[in-house]
């Protein structure tokens, strides 16, 4: 970046933290140089900001996870606008119905919002357990949405199930085993009520991305098509073909690659053909999730993107479900698709402060070596004063051979302390110097490239990896993050972040760039004033997936509404959990804790170590610590 700081352009901030590219319309960077979040899709924005400082206004402490409402109702909006558009454009002959698949992000709020956005499209839920399956019924009561019932079903499952058909919900249990076919014949038959019956279908089209394994033949979950058959066979023989009324299949999450969607898509409607040749009503086609996020904004086939956007999603599902099913008589289906990831990760953002930093710093090179100095020390002096454009890449193996040299003649106790202390600053000064060489470099060796990073700064974050982005530990996954505010100013230091927990895991060190990713974050010098990053795009399977690492809780939950005059209403409130209740969780007992700590200062008294003044003082801290926040409180 060769701008010094006085012309800095909140356009170049746009560009480093390629927010343009990842915001879809919901982020922006504004002329005050603050992220700015367009809850109805562009127009209407309000900065995230000016959010916190309400906030802080409330004596709500960070970290806090903001959801928008209205980027979920945008969403769900631009689903069935999408397919309606495409539906009408091929004249299709039937529906397009979304389900939102429950385990994405369960939060009862989620759910109840899902329903009641949902409902002008009789959007509907898909239940893989019996906890989701009875979080369903309690939200969901349109008669024309469905209800999907996934995963294993137990006996109790089948009756909620059943129930809930005769109540008038149009529930469907999709058999995932050969062995289920067999309960819910005996449940629907003992209570007489006759059940919907859909058939997962494993494919052999395997998706290529991080989730692909709920896909393709070896998948765990499914019939293949000579157990499809088997169940129709079945199905006939107890007189209950009728009730087949579903084909369902999920090839994975975060699909990148469009040609894998039109695939499975093409494949999955042979076998409905197929099924309704057999005899079964069905009506409709389930094709799962996989629509994916373009978490990193390359707009490429990898892992963190997807080739294609909404518009295309639709259109190459209903182009070759028509085009598939004209050469055959069959009516076409309802179409269903379950989308969690593309319908709420825009929703969630989190929100932390920066709470301390440690630099990158090396001690000065001293001018001369002392006069017994090591020979290995006086070669990596030599290195230092050569190092120049021409011969960097060389410089830097030099450093790093002299430098494992000596380190090994420390361990066998043949050089001293201050040998390898010294060592180690000339090895820095070296690595360094050829960093700052690079930036002048036409092309930078792939070596040479991880730098920058390797010299990067830590910034301490206010939250925990491990409770609020578990897919950033266990599966690398990439989310955006930035600064939500000092975007007019230019950012100096190049950062990996940190989170509270003392575990060297809990740390942020891969970040979406303009057009790649990088190592290391360019942030702002910290000053006596709060800096605050957000994480975007976090509202799929971060929240529930969290753990108690270091017994840091769930953080506080707001959530906020813009109207379209830009008004802001904080809505709902969920209080993050306190120490007493992260404590509870892992079985101790408050109550109990503080009667032994009371215990403890009483002895004390008693032997005169505090005073009865200090066993007070001593009790008010304990019983607020453990109503306080589990967080770092300002
Ligand atoms: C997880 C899952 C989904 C959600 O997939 P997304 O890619 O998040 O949309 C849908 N259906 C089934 C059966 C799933 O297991």
């Not at 395997?206 to 293949?224: I, K, P, Y």
């Not at 892992?303 to 099913?325: G, H, K, P």
């Not at 799929?540 to 270091?550: K, S």
Request: proline share 3%.
């Amino acid at each position: 970046m060769k701008t010094d700081s006085t012309t800095w352009s909140t356009e170049e901030s746009a560009d480093i933290y390629g927010i343009k590219n990842w915001g879809a319309d919901y982020f922006s960077v504004s002329d005050a140089g603050e992220v700015i979040v367009h809850p109805h899709g562009n127009g209407i924005g309000v900065s995230l900001r000016k959010i916190v400082d309400g906030l802080t206004d409330r004596g709500l402490d960070m970290p806090v996870l903001l959801r928008f409402s209205d980027i979920l109702d945008s969403r769900i909006k631009l689903l069935h606008e999408g397919f309606g558009r495409a539906i009408k454009d091929f004249e299709y002959q039937g529906h397009y119905r979304g389900v939102y698949p429950i385990k994405v992000n369960q939060q009862q709020q989620v759910l109840e919002e899902i329903t009641e956005f949902g409902a002008r499209y009789h959007h509907g839920l898909e239940a893989g357990s019996k906890p989701e399956l009875i979080a369903a019924l309690s939200y969901m009561h349109d008669p024309e949405a469905y209800l999907i019932c996934n995963g294993y079903k137990d006996e109790e499952f089948v009756e909620l199930g059943l129930y809930a058909c005769k109540m008038g919900l149009q529930c469907i249990f999709v058999v995932e085993t050969p062995s289920e076919l067999e309960l819910i014949i005996d449940r629907s038959k003992t209570l007489d009520i006759a059940p919907n019956i859909g058939v997962r279908l494993k494919l052999s089209t395997q998706a290529s991305g991080h989730w692909n394994h709920s896909g393709g033949e070896r998948s765990v979950f499914g019939l293949n098509p000579s157990q499809v058959c088997d169940l129709v066979d079945r199905l006939k023989e107890v007189d209950m073909l009728d009730c087949l009324q579903l084909l369902h299949y999920h090839v994975g999450s975060q699909i990148p690659n469009i040609r894998d969607i039109r695939e499975a898509v093409v494949e999955a409607c042979r076998v409905y053909i197929g099924l309704v040749n057999e005899g079964a009503p069905m009506g409709i086609l389930d094709l799962g999730g996989g629509l994916a996020v373009d978490y990193d904004g390359s707009h490429g086939d990898t892992e963190a993107s997807r080739n294609y956007n909404l518009d295309e999603y639709c259109v190459a599902i209903v182009e070759n479900l028509a085009s598939t099913l004209a050469e055959s008589e069959v009516p076409h289906p309802d179409i269903v698709t379950e989308s969690g990831r593309a319908t709420v990760a825009y929703y969630s953002v989190l929100l932390f402060n920066i709470l301390d930093e440690s630099r990158f710093e090396i001690s000065d090179l001293p001018t001369e070596l002392p006069e017994n100095a090591h020979e290995l020390l006086h070669n990596l002096m030599a290195v230092v004063k050569v190092v120049s454009l021409r011969n960097a890449q060389e410089c830097f193996h030099d450093a790093f051979y002299y430098r494992d040299e000596i380190h090994e003649r420390f361990k066998r106790g043949t050089m001293t302390l201050r040998d390898r202390a010294l060592a180690g600053s000339i090895f820095w000064h070296i690595i360094t110097r050829v960093a700052k060489l690079t930036e002048q470099m036409d092309y930078i060796p792939n070596e040479l490239r991880k730098l920058p990073a390797m010299l990067a700064d830590i910034y301490y974050g206010n939250f925990s990896l491990f409770q609020s982005l578990p897919d950033v530990w266990a599966i690398d996954q990439l989310f955006p993050v930035m600064p939500i505010h000092r975007l007019d100013e230019k950012p100096t230091r190049e950062v990996v972040v940190a989170d509270i927990t003392c575990d060297c895991d809990g740390k942020i060190d891969r970040f979406v760039g303009q057009h790649t990713t990088r190592d290391s974050l360019p942030l702002h010098n910290l000053t006596d004033e709060e800096y605050y990053l957000g994480v975007f795009l976090v509202g799929a399977y971060q929240e529930t997936l969290g753990d108690l690492h270091n017994l840091l809780g769930d953080t506080n939950v707001i959530t906020v509404e813009v109207d379209r005059e830009g008004h802001l209403n904080y809505s709902r409130e969920l209080e993050g959990d306190s120490v007493a209740d992260v404590l509870s969780y892992v079985e101790y007992d408050p109550k109990n804790m503080i009667r032994r700590i009371r215990k403890l200062a009483e002895t004390a008294v008693r032997n005169d170590a505090i005073s009865a003044k200090d066993r007070r003082h001593i009790m008010d801290a304990f019983e607020s610590g453990m109503r306080g926040y589990t967080y770092f409180e300002r």
